[in-house]
């Protein structure tokens, strides 16, 4: 009896774990030589996602955050296939309207003694091997550090990343890790909303999640926007998002016909 409470336990935990991967996770899926990143819908399955989220601190650790973590399911690639990332622009802050270089200010990105650092431009990275059944799982290291001592104490820092794979060769489109250092998270989620808006402007007004759809999930976005000066959430072109831009979104709720989401596969061998 005990060894099977035990044994139950040890299930739940496991299967505990496995769901904790996953929580903000960049999903890897291969379709063809083109390689996507996703993010996961609430039964854990890819959905489309290009900008990510991290916070540094996270693990105790002032500027230093393992997460967000890159995985692919098994069979995404072959045996002896290598992930890579390069930083595709320079680090970036977030100064109110738009994401603009800090002199001084470095991102390190490492894992064990593969590494590089991002400051005002962008750099090539590394390549990290696959699982022999094609899947991966990995998290780097991000450390965020300020070389000349004058930088910001706080702020939302932008990482663009690109994909790129050996072996079953691939790449990706740019995307991008948001990271929070030090705001109130309601003030670092209004900024990633701001983000997500000019980095993928959508082709439908209302979508401020880029869903694809205008439903529920834009009005906890809107409310997040709320009392901004312009921007995605001002429907109705007051120059404030206000009450009327909830009016305005329940007019649009609905499909986005003007959207045609980008082919993309499940991870598949080649």
Known sequence: MITRTLAGLLALALHAAALAQHAGDVAVTRSGSTLFTNGYDANLQPVPERLFLGTFGDTGVPRFTSNPGFEAATGTFVSGTRLGFHAVDGLRRWDGSAFVTVPGMQLEAKYLTAKFTV????????DLAVQS???IHRHLSFTLRDALGTGPASGAWLLSLQL??????????PFWILFNDGLDPAAFEAIAAQAKALLLPSDCPGDLDGSGLVDAGDIGSLLVLFGETGGPGDLDGSGLVDAGDIGSLLVLFGECPSLTPPARGP????
């Open 267 to 270: 991870a598949t061998p080649p």
């Open 119 to 126: 400051g005002e431009t962008a750099v090539n990275g590394f």
């Open 133 to 135: 059944n094609g899947g």
């Open 164 to 173: 790129y794979a050996t072996g079953t060769p691939g790449s990706s489109e």
